[in-house]
């Protein structure tokens, strides 16, 4: 297969199939150069929308070359040929955070706290540097086999300073989106950022969804309602005043990620080992 030659001509054995989309695929591979596995996410712009191509893409691209920091994840290097296929080569993940979650039915409170924390920090580092992510869902917070945080897919992600810079994309996983973006007015996207981390932090303190997205029309109507938590689930008190300032309908009252990173809750984490930037 071409690909694949391309591949190991530049020091890279495929191993194994990591996932697969309709223009994209991702491969666990070995890398003679980097002396451990690699992912390497295999983009097909033939087969892509030209939307995603011309707009979303370049987008991702540049991003990718821009940041820089230990809780996201790490791109090694940019392969384009001419076939019309790019590869972009990455670190390699133990797992991801719904599959933890999944393995679990959710995430201990204090290994989720060190986790989340890490999601902020990455999250803040974005913001403070001018870049929304737009995507934020478990599937897109990868784990090393020590539970260090690595977040990835920047499909959705732009630089933005913020309101008064207001996104109109519809972008994301509905059941990860805030009710402004649903209900397709303009938004700030840093606030839906803010509000994709509540349900993540929802998601792994219960092991299940905070609404239920089968009908997305209704969707804001039940976000508009009082948040409930499962009967057979303890979640402490100080994390569900985190996850409900983090699911404000209202986005002028959801905070900022540098409030969020103040909550008292997190700060907690501060003493554990993992280091923070930006």
């Not at 821009?66 to 390699?92: K, S, W």
């Not at 991801?96 to 959710?106: A, I, P, Y």
């Not at 109109?168 to 989106?177: D, I, K, R, V």
């Amino acid at each position: 297969m071409y690909t694949e030659k391309v591949l190991r001509g530049m020091g890279y054995k495929m191993e194994a199939m990591l996932g697969e989309g309709s223009y994209s695929k991702v491969k666990l591979a070995h890398s003679q150069k980097h002396k451990s596995q690699v992912a390497i996410k295999v983009v097909d712009r033939k087969k892509a929308p030209h939307d995603f191509v011309h707009k979303f893409l370049p987008r991702e691209l540049a991003l990718l070359r821009t940041v820089r920091h230990e809780n996201i994840v790490r791109v090694y290097e940019f392969i384009e040929v001419c076939n019309g296929r790019l590869y972009i080569v990455m670190e390699a993940a133990a797992t991801d955070l719904l599959q933890k979650v999944q393995e679990g039915n959710g995430v201990p409170a204090d290994v989720a706290r060190a986790m989340f924390s890490q999601i902020v920090n990455a999250v803040s580092y974005l913001h403070h540097n001018g870049i929304v992510h737009r995507d934020l869902k478990c599937e897109n917070i990868l784990l090393t086999a020590d539970n260090q945080v690595r977040l990835t897919d920047f499909g959705f992600g732009r630089f933005a300073a913020g309101y008064p810079d207001l996104s109109q994309t519809y972008c994301g996983s509905a059941a990860y989106a805030p009710p402004e973006v649903l209900l397709g007015v303009p938004y700030d996207p840093r606030k839906y950022d803010v509000w994709s981390l509540g349900v993540i932090l929802y998601v792994m303190v219960t092991g299940c969804m905070p609404f239920d997205d089968s009908n997305v029309a209704a969707l804001p109507l039940i976000q508009r309602k009082a948040l409930v938590y499962p009967d057979d689930v303890a979640v402490e008190e100080s994390v569900r005043v985190i996850v409900s300032l983090l699911l404000q309908f209202s986005p002028s009252t959801r905070p900022s990620i540098k409030q969020v990173s103040e909550q008292s809750w997190l700060q907690q984490s501060r003493g554990d080992g993992i280091n923070r930037t930006g």
